[in-house]
């Protein structure tokens, strides 16, 4: 399953991929001394196909974390309960309204109104958000199946297909998701997106989100199979870096995600977050596990 795809200038996707848990059960000790554990994502991981052993075991690992972004497409209602009797208060549930991934059971009915491929994630198509019944199917149906699961928000990824097709159609076609989306739950993330987001502050319209998350500000991803990182680049860093204050500047949050092994470049974003009055969490994989 994937998150985040990005600006192509930086071929940064974020992808979420339902992987198989390696050796049955995924490692969740990415607590180093310096992640505040206020905000971890957790949306790689098939949670429906865990034991119940092995659930319990995954509930209390994610639920040192104040904040946890999950895909409770495949946690019941009873189970995102247990999370939050532990330090979890706020539970995000992934939603991808801007591409349409085939291992989802709407794929065939959707499938026709995809506008292309999507770099680095073979298995997903980007979708025409302007198509009013996908926009109907994503508001009636998907998220408050989401909705009734006990959630506190939603983590929307793929807004990025207006990076790639910058029609007003597709703008709007977002911007009416989004708003069905908040009717429904308080918080709304956009994951990347910057191009829309920024669009929506220079119009001054409505924003139908209330935060950003952002992938790859201080790290980026070289090997999405071999889970590969180094460190960003100058530019990257200052352009995500000055769209992040600008979002602040207009009251959204902001959340940004790396992925890196190395201790001085995960320090440096939970640091530099801190400073920033964003909230960071760091992987060591691009699945997210």
């Known amino acids: 399953m994937k998150i985040f795809k990005k600006r192509i200038a930086i071929v940064l996707t974020l992808g979420i991929l339902l992987g198989a848990i390696a050796g049955g059960m995924f490692s969740c000790k990415s607590a180093a001394a310096s992640d505040p554990k206020d905000y971890g994502v957790f949306i790689g991981v098939d949670y429906n196909s865990l034991s119940a052993k092995k659930k319990d075991s995954y509930i209390k690992k994610i639920g040192t974390y104040k904040e946890v972004v999950i895909d409770a497409s495949y946690w019941t209602k009873a189970d995102i309960k247990k999370l939050k009797k532990l330090k979890t ?32 994630w073979p298995e997903e198509r980007w979708m025409d958000v302007s198509y009013k019944k996908w926009q109907t199917y994503v508001i009636n149906t998907l998220a408050p199946k989401l909705s009734k699961k006990g959630i506190d928000g939603f983590f929307v990824d793929n807004c990025d297909v207006y990076y790639h ?58 090997d999405f199979e071999k889970d590969k990182f180094q460190k960003q680049t100058k530019d990257e860093t200052d352009y995500f870096v000055s769209y992040l204050d600008k979002c602040k500047k207009n009251k959204i949050n902001v959340y ?11 320090n440096k974003a939970y640091k530099n977050a801190k400073n920033k009055g964003w909230k960071a969490y760091v992987s060591k994989k691009v699945q997210l596990t």
């Open 89 to 120: 208060k706020k539970v995000y549930s992934y939603i991808n309204i801007g591409s349409i991934e085939n291992f989802r059971s709407y794929y065939k009915k959707f499938e026709s109104y995809t506008l292309g491929d999507y770099e680095n």
């Open 256 to 266: 940004i995600l790396e992925y890196t092994k190395s201790k001085s470049l995960k």
């Open 165 to 222: 097709y910058r029609k007003t159609g597709i703008y709007n076609g977002l911007s009416s998701i989004l708003k069905g989306l908040r009717k429904l739950e308080s918080v709304v993330i956009i994951n990347g997106g910057d191009t829309y987001v920024s669009k929506v502050i220079s119009k001054k319209d409505k924003k139908y989100f209330t935060a950003v998350n952002q992938e790859c500000v201080y790290t980026v991803i070289k």
